[in-house]
């Protein structure tokens, strides 16, 4: 190989380097990502939704920690997937807030139940109604959140507060 040629290869596999780069970034942005150990010649895409589709049940979290009944059963509701139980548990006119700002707790319950879960459970403070730990969106992947539940006399949830930590 001459050293045009060389120079030309090495051009080449750098401009291979670079869209291979933007393919996988895209692919990564757009929910598509590669099944492990697999290369992207083998059409091995899995959207990211089917990724953690069986980690509740391989991963189940021990939430024993959880020591105030109404926030256990919120969280076991949640990480079931379970809307019924989960929506037992509000008052009839319970409010959300995310990340400060008011959002439909039904529209929440409906969406994110089934889809969205705790990973692992880090920090519970004031008498375990406050909760931190790493999450799972389907929708927007995996990030740290927290929980803050207030509750009614009656031990009903009254208002959730949650948002990124």
């Known amino acids: 190989m001459n050293t045009t040629q060389a120079h030309k290869s ?33 059409s ?13 049940k391989e991963n189940a979290m021990n939430l024993d920690a959880l020591k105030n009944p109404t926030v256990k059963a919120a969280i076991e509701a949640l990480q079931k997937g379970d809307k019924a139980a989960w929506s037992a548990l509000f008052t009839p006119d319970a409010t959300m807030l995310d990340d400060g700002h008011p959002r439909n707790l039904k529209k929440f319950t409906q969406d994110a139940l089934g889809h969205e879960r705790f990973t692992s459970i880090d920090k519970i403070e004031n008498d375990g109604l406050n909760l931190e730990g790493a999450f799972h969106s389907d929708t927007w992947g995996d990030f740290r959140t927290y929980f803050r539940f207030h509750l009614t006399a009656d031990g009903k949830i009254g208002r959730l507060d949650v948002g990124q930590a």
């Open 44 to 56: 091995s895409y899995v959207p990211r939704s089917m990724q953690h589709a069986n980690t509740i």
């Open 10 to 42: 090495r051009k080449l596999s750098k401009r291979m380097f670079v869209w291979v780069s933007t393919l996988s970034f895209g692919l990564l942005n757009s929910g598509l990502m590669p099944v492990w150990g697999m290369s992207l010649h083998q």
